[in-house]
């Protein structure tokens, strides 16, 4: 930045994101490739912007934490990042023509639910009777919050995520199933050897082994998972045994699955990946067993939309697709797309040539580009 300046850089902001996001220079460094000592010059300088003696990370040997003036930032830098992508977007859109219902969907949604997200993406390419083929998926990871905001800024078409309050459609929060916590456990191993039956209780199994989502995940929603245990473990006056602690969803199951521990989690966690490896189905040995007393806690499977906003056609098919292949009824109807535009005839043009193209060699029985016979060959019939 120059001296003197005021205004703050888009590259600014991308790296202090980075470092916000990994708690590390050195770390975010590796990510940007570029030296950690530029990452610290460029907070300094945005420091130095922003005001006298604002400090944006408290260092220390373990990493760096954002202050209060860091969050600030990050959630204002986070917008200003997604309006400049929007912006480019629309200019792209504005030479290349409409792109709503040909360009790929783009899926925001939590890690919890990422098997499901997987079955509506297969079931959505595979769809053969979708008007628009072939059909592309841009899919990404990202906490609650995040996948709100890039929802609501138009970041993404459409978000698959899961909130413990009560959904509001009219904010464009759409109830899918609503989910229990609950004990998750395998059917080999320790369920199988103790038989604990339609019910758990905690007092009658203290020697069990718990994996369990660390303190230290980066995701939001696997730390507020583990306040919800760790309080109804304090609750009960229990201690448990914990063998394993994972920093995501995926790493606390696979412990789970091998038959050692068990864990508290959402019943949504054990919908089967249906289109993983080639068709197997993933946790087919575990299972869902009710606590006793229960927990009361409940998630909630919501799709998201921008609010008082139709959803984009592409928008609308994911949605479909991913409800008809996890088997899904919504609990509130979403709304309804708008049919796609006509493609501008450069791009009809390349769809046509792929649809000829499909259909067989030039001169084939069915192929529309077949000669017609000239007038002296029929007169000759």
């Given at each position: 930045?120059?001296?003197?300046?005021?205004?703050?850089?888009?590259?600014?902001?991308?790296?202090?994101?980075?470092?916000?996001?990994?708690?590390?220079?050195?770390?975010?460094?590796?990510?940007?490739?570029?030296?950690?000592?530029?990452?610290?010059?460029?907070?300094?300088?945005?420091?130095?912007?922003?005001?006298?003696?604002?400090?944006?990370?408290?260092?220390?040997?373990?990493?760096?934490?954002?202050?209060?003036?860091?969050?600030?930032?990050?959630?204002?830098?986070?917008?200003?990042?997604?309006?400049?992508?929007?912006?480019?977007r629309a200019i792209s859109n504005l030479f290349n023509g409409p792109t709503d219902a040909y360009r790929p969907v783009r899926i925001a949604y939590e890690p919890l639910v990422a098997g499901l997200v997987g079955n509506g993406a297969y079931a959505l390419i595979h769809n053969n009777d979708l008007p628009v083929r072939p059909f592309e998926v841009d899919a990404v990871e990202a906490d609650h919050e995040t996948v709100v905001r890039n929802v609501q800024s138009g970041e993404v078409d459409l978000g698959i995520s899961y909130m413990a309050g009560e959904p509001n459609p009219a904010a464009g929060e759409y109830p899918v199933v609503v989910?229990?916590?609950?004990?998750?456990?395998?059917?080999?191993?320790?369920?199988?050897?103790?038989?604990?039956?339609?019910?758990?209780?905690?007092?009658?199994?203290?020697?069990?082994?718990?994996?369990?989502?660390?303190?230290?995940?980066?995701?939001?929603?696997?730390?507020?998972?583990r306040a919800l245990i760790d309080r109804y473990f304090l609750e009960q006056s229990f201690s448990p045994v914990v063998s394993f602690e994972g920093t995501t969803a995926s790493s606390v199951l696979a412990m789970v699955n091998t038959g050692r521990m068990v864990t508290l989690n959402y019943t949504i966690v054990l919908h089967d990946d249906l289109h993983a490896n080639k068709g197997v189905t993933l946790h087919t040995d575990l299972r869902a067993v009710p606590l006793v007393p229960?927990?009361?806690?409940?998630?909630?499977?919501?799709?998201?939309?921008?609010?008082?906003?139709r959803p984009s056609f592409g928008a609308s098919s994911f949605a479909n697709a991913f409800l008809l292949a996890n088997k899904l009824e919504p609990l509130v109807a979403l709304p309804e797309a708008p049919a796609p535009k006509p493609l501008p005839w450069p791009r009809r043009r390349a769809h046509h040539a792929e649809a000829l193209r499909a259909l067989g060699p030039p001169g084939g029985a069915c192929h529309p580009t077949r000669r017609l016979p000239s007038a002296s060959e029929r007169r000759a019939r």
């Amino acid at each position: 930045m120059s001296k003197g300046s005021t205004h703050l850089t888009l590259r600014q902001l991308e790296i202090f994101r980075e470092a916000a996001r990994l708690g590390n220079f050195r770390d975010a460094s590796k990510a940007l490739r570029i030296s950690p000592t530029a990452i610290g010059q460029t907070v300094a300088d945005l420091e130095r912007s922003l005001g006298e003696n604002v400090r944006l990370f408290d260092r220390s040997q373990t990493g760096s934490q954002l202050t209060d003036a860091g969050r600030v930032l990050l959630e204002h830098g986070d917008r200003m990042l997604l309006e400049e992508a929007a912006a480019r977007r629309a200019i792209s859109n504005l030479f290349n023509g409409p792109t709503d219902a040909y360009r790929p969907v783009r899926i925001a949604y939590e890690p919890l639910v990422a098997g499901l997200v997987g079955n509506g993406a297969y079931a959505l390419i595979h769809n053969n009777d979708l008007p628009v083929r072939p059909f592309e998926v841009d899919a990404v990871e990202a906490d609650h919050e995040t996948v709100v905001r890039n929802v609501q800024s138009g970041e993404v078409d459409l978000g698959i995520s899961y909130m413990a309050g009560e959904p509001n459609p009219a904010a464009g929060e759409y109830p899918v199933v609503v989910s229990p916590l609950v004990l998750i456990a395998s059917n080999r191993g320790v369920y199988h050897a103790r038989g604990f039956g339609k019910q758990y209780s905690l007092t009658a199994n203290e020697s069990q082994r718990f994996a369990i989502p660390s303190k230290r995940s980066t995701n939001p929603g696997m730390r507020e998972l583990r306040a919800l245990i760790d309080r109804y473990f304090l609750e009960q006056s229990f201690s448990p045994v914990v063998s394993f602690e994972g920093t995501t969803a995926s790493s606390v199951l696979a412990m789970v699955n091998t038959g050692r521990m068990v864990t508290l989690n959402y019943t949504i966690v054990l919908h089967d990946d249906l289109h993983a490896n080639k068709g197997v189905t993933l946790h087919t040995d575990l299972r869902a067993v009710p606590l006793v007393p229960p927990t009361n806690q409940e998630a909630t499977l919501v799709v998201l939309l921008k609010k008082g906003a139709r959803p984009s056609f592409g928008a609308s098919s994911f949605a479909n697709a991913f409800l008809l292949a996890n088997k899904l009824e919504p609990l509130v109807a979403l709304p309804e797309a708008p049919a796609p535009k006509p493609l501008p005839w450069p791009r009809r043009r390349a769809h046509h040539a792929e649809a000829l193209r499909a259909l067989g060699p030039p001169g084939g029985a069915c192929h529309p580009t077949r000669r017609l016979p000239s007038a002296s060959e029929r007169r000759a019939r």
